[in-house]
Nanobody, 124 residues
């Protein structure tokens, strides 16, 4: 059974950093591309970052460019999101997701398994 568990969220001040992690279990993680999405109250789910199954082709949504870095460790079955220079508008629930394939899609509909999410709150 596919399982994804996010961790690392919390309450921080503007300008601070957070590192989110997503632990995968139940399948061969290295066969899957992975992505991070976020959803703020009253807003649609938004693409944050994605990475190919071997770590190539990382790409970022506009809010993440220059501030966030996605990475993965296939030996540890984890995908991480390093978030720097956080802003109040980054406040959201952050979700990791995976899809069977090499390339990292940007569309949430392309992902087949999702974690439960972790809350990130950035105060001004």
């Amino acid at each position: 059974q596919v399982q994804l568990v996010e961790s690392g969220g919390g309450l921080v001040q503007a300008g601070d950093s957070l590192r989110l992690s997503c632990a995968a279990s139940g399948w061969i993680f290295s066969n899957y591309a992975a992505g991070w999405f976020r959803q703020a109250p009253g807003k649609e789910r938004e693409f944050v970052a994605a990475i190919g199954r071997s770590g190539y082709g990382p790409n970022y949504g506009d809010p993440a460019k220059g501030r966030f870095t996605i990475s993965r460790d296939n030996a540890k079955n984890t995908v991480s999101l390093q978030m720097n220079s956080l802003r109040p508008e980054d406040t959201a629930v952050y979700y990791c997701a995976v899809t069977n394939g090499a390339l990292p899609p940007r569309s949430s509909s392309s992902y087949t398994s999702w974690g439960q999410g972790t809350q990130v709150t950035v105060s001004s």
